[in-house]
């Protein structure tokens, strides 16, 4: 099966820095999207980023832009999200996820729907003090 685990979640004080990491084992080639959601209590599931896999381009919700930063390690099979500057708004559990290869960039200017993503893992916790 997929394997979908994500690290590097832990507390942090206002203003500082976090890299997170999904080792996305088996999910190889290209032309497919992965991305990054959270959801913090209470509240809806927000898609934040996201990165397609052949085209190379990336997008951003308004609320992470400029200090959030997408990027993969196609030989590790790995996705990061090196978060910056970060506030007690970004506490949430963040997932990675991907969505079926053979997918060509038909978001190129928009994130991508949480419903056109198969796989998902399973969480990290970032929580992030004032």
């Known amino acids: 099966q997929e394997q979908w685990v994500e690290s590097g979640g832990e507390s942090v004080q206002e203003g500082g820095s976090l890299r997170l990491s999904c080792a996305a084992s088996?999910?190889?080639?290209?032309?497919?999207?992965m991305g990054w959601f959270r959801q913090a209590p209470g509240k809806e599931r927000e898609g934040i980023a996201r990165?397609?896999?052949?085209?190379?381009?990336?997008y951003y919700a308004d609320s992470v832009k400029g200090r959030f930063t997408i990027s993969r390690d196609n030989a590790k099979n790995t996705l990061y999200l090196q978060m910056n500057s970060l506030k007690p708004e970004d506490t949430a559990m963040y997932y990675c996820?991907?969505?079926?290869?053979?997918?060509?960039?038909?978001?190129?200017?928009?994130?991508?729907?949480?419903?056109?993503?198969?796989?998902w893992g399973h969480g990290t916790q970032v929580t992030v003090s004032s």
């Open positions: 990165i397609h896999i052949g085209s190379g381009t990336t």
């Open positions: 996820a991907g969505t079926l290869p053979r997918l060509l960039d038909y978001y190129a200017d928009s994130l991508v729907p949480a419903n056109m993503y198969n796989y």
């Open positions: 088996g999910y190889t080639g290209t032309n497919y999207y």
